[in-house]
Nanobody, 122 residues
């Protein structure tokens, strides 16, 4: 069974940076997509960034130019470097693994981590 564990969240001032990590274990097969979503209080979970098996990278509009996703060569660890953070980035950040091809932007057909809280103070 695939398991994802996120780490690296915390409290940071506006303009600061954080780096999130996601470790994937239990895979016995390749994965199509590994990425990050976030959910702010009272809002729906939204796509943040993702990378597919080819190495193609995708970002949500609100984080382009500020966040950078990467992964290790084995594809079992993903990172999210977050710079120029604003209070609007405050959310629980979730790592997501999608085994098969398909829509990477929605919440379907994904395995999720437990989330890590990022709080940005003004």
């Amino acid at each position: 069974q695939v398991q994802l564990v996120e780490s690296g969240g915390g409290l940071v001032q506006a303009g600061g940076s954080l780096r999130l990590s996601c470790v994937v274990s239990g895979r016995t097969f390749g994965s199509h997509f590994l990425g990050w979503f976030r959910q702010a209080p009272g809002k729906e979970r939204e796509f943040v960034a993702g990378i597919n098996w080819r190495g193609n990278i995708y970002y949500g509009d609100s984080v382009k130019g500020r966040f950078t996703i990467s992964r290790d060569n084995a594809g079992n660890t993903a990172y999210l470097q977050m710079n120029s953070l604003t209070p609007e980035d405050t959310a629980v950040y979730y790592c997501a693994d999608q085994r098969f091809s398909g829509n990477i932007y929605n919440l379907e057909n994904k395995t999720w981590g437990q989330g890590t809280l990022v709080t940005v103070s003004s």
